[in-house]
């Protein structure tokens, strides 16, 4: 089992960053998937998440509503977080998180930095 975290970096206020998580070695489309991110010294944070299968369901904190967007592609493994307007309170490390019944999965984590 891997999830893998990408596209990290350092980006200007008010800028914007996509986050990719490639997974693999489980059935990715049951899965329920959401992203965290963490700051050193602090309690990891749900940012977002998204229902298993058809994706009909998704939520966010309420801190990135209207700017950060929560997607993915089954045919792909691949999950998504479009960041919009980040402001430097967003700065963090973002990890993949996979959900099915008992079974969890976590990623590495890809640092995002927003300063100018």
């Known amino acids: 089992v891997q999830l893998v975290e990408s596209g990290g970096g350092l980006v200007q206020p008010g800028g914007s960053r996509r986050l990719a998580c490639a997974a693999s070695g489980f059935q990715f489309s049951r899965f329920d998937m959401r992203w965290y991110r963490q700051v050193a010294g602090r309690e990891r944070e749900l940012v977002a998440g998204?229902?298993?299968?058809?994706?009909?369901?998704?939520n966010y904190v309420d801190s990135v509503k209207g700017r950060f967007t929560i997607s993915r592609d089954n045919a792909k493994k691949l999950l998504y977080l479009d960041m919009n307007d980040l402001k430097p309170e967003d700065t963090a490390i973002y990890y993949c998180n996979a959900i099915y019944g008992s079974l969890r999965y976590w990623g590495q984590g890809t640092q995002v930095t927003v300063s100018s």
């Open positions: 998204i229902s298993g299968f058809h994706a009909l369901q998704r």
